[in-house]
């Protein structure tokens, strides 16, 4: 994909800093030096493309991955794909990964002893339709504790990659429930300062698309960075 | 130009379970029907302690662009030409065979030397970082626009070392934090 036209610097508060002490991995993991402001270059206007041949239909299906149905509360997780003036973006590959309904990761490094669900392997993936559209089915993840602080437990989340037009455009995020007790003193949510962009992550509860006797629903629209406004329709709008 | 906006969404960490979702992409070999030679690519990513990082994935992203816009496109098999996922091991090592970077065009008619964007993710990092690899014994480097708004004694954290026995061999480490911190660029 060609030609995103100059990316804006972030809104401050509205994207975490490097170094965020309350976790406390980021404290040797991120940089001191300043970063380097460079223009872009064809490098960075351009990005990968990815081919409906990398997914298959039942890529966004995570209840039914393993030869049987996975357990816990089955959901659909729906919403848009975006760019910074509100268009759809067409044709982004989206990738998750969650822990299960118990609040346990089907990965190696994982200590915590609840139950693995062998139906369960908690990815999926799939590319946004010609209005931006994703949709996921899959299992309510659990909280989970990790060995950031003492007692410290994870609210339940998503996690989402995302690829936009461009490389500049990539984004992972994580997205929350709503009213997760455990948000307000979870120190990764947190990382974000502002109020209103932090709540962004959270989804809401959709009745709309939830399905009567068989899963409720939740949106989550996703905005990325750049525009795909030509330089042509940006010389009519001035 | 005044409309609004809309704000990018929040980035969060990736997180120490991400080949869950991520796996199927890291690793893979570009499409064999390049005309284009390979190299490979060995490093480590380390901690302000010279600890390794166990649990980094690398993106590479560009190189084979053929200073065009064209090659963009997805193989057969769907996997972006000029796209690479990698991920560190136990002991903090990645690995990756790529189609020889090419020069690159800058608008103004210069050449960029050979390089691949490389967007670093981890556990404790709330951002990806993002940086460049270049390839040692280029000559190109010395004209590089970018690595020459880079102070001179912190550009060597971006120039592959070719292997002594095999050219097309090059190591490269990136270090997050402390002394010979890789140098990160922001747009």
Known sequence: ?238 | MSFPRLIPTGSQTVGPYFRIGLEYLIGQEPANNSALDTIEIRGKVLDRDGAPVSDAMLEFWGGDLSGSDSGVTPDSSGHPIGFHRAATDDNGNFTLVLNEPLPTALGDGRLQAPHMLVLVFARGLLRHLITRVYFGGEPANADDPVLLEIPAERRHTLVARPDANNPRLFQWNVILQGENETVFFAW
């Not at chain 1, 990815?123 to 909280?143: A, S, V």
């Not at chain 1, 995020?173 to 979870?186: R, S």
């Open chain 1, 1 to 238: 994909m060609i030609g995103l036209p100059a990316v804006q610097p972030a809104i401050p508060g509205t994207q975490p800093d490097f170094c965020f002490p309350p976790y406390v991995a980021t404290i040797a993991r991120s940089p001191r030096m300043p970063l380097i402001v460079l223009p872009e270059t064809l490098t960075e206007t351009t990005g990968p493309v990815f081919g409906h041949s990398l997914i298959i239909k039942s890529d966004n299906d995570l209840t039914m991955q393993q030869g049987g149905e996975a357990l816990g509360e089955r959901i659909f997780v729906h919403g848009r794909v975006l760019d910074e003036d509100g268009r759809a973006v067409r044709g982004a590959l989206v990738e998750v990964w969650q822990a299960n309904a118990a609040g346990r990761y089907r990965h190696k490094v994982d200590g915590y002893d609840a139950p693995i669900d062998p139906h369960f392997s908690g990815g999926g993936r799939l590319l946004t339709d010609e209005e931006g559209r994703y949709c996921f089915k899959t299992i309510k993840p659990g909280p989970y504790p990790w060995s950031n602080h003492h007692n410290a437990w994870r609210p339940a989340h998503i996690h989402f990659s995302l690829f936009g037009v461009g490389i500049l455009s990539r984004l992972v995020t994580q997205m929350y429930f709503p009213a997760d007790p455990l948000q307000p003193i979870d120190p990764i949510f947190n990382s974000i300062p502002d109020e209103s962009a932090r709540q962004r992550l959270v989804s809401r509860l959709d009745m709309e698309h939830s399905q009567s006797n068989y899963a409720l629903a939740y949106e989550f629209d996703i905005v990325l960075r750049g525009s795909q406004e030509t330089p042509f329709e940006a010389a009519r709008r001035r």
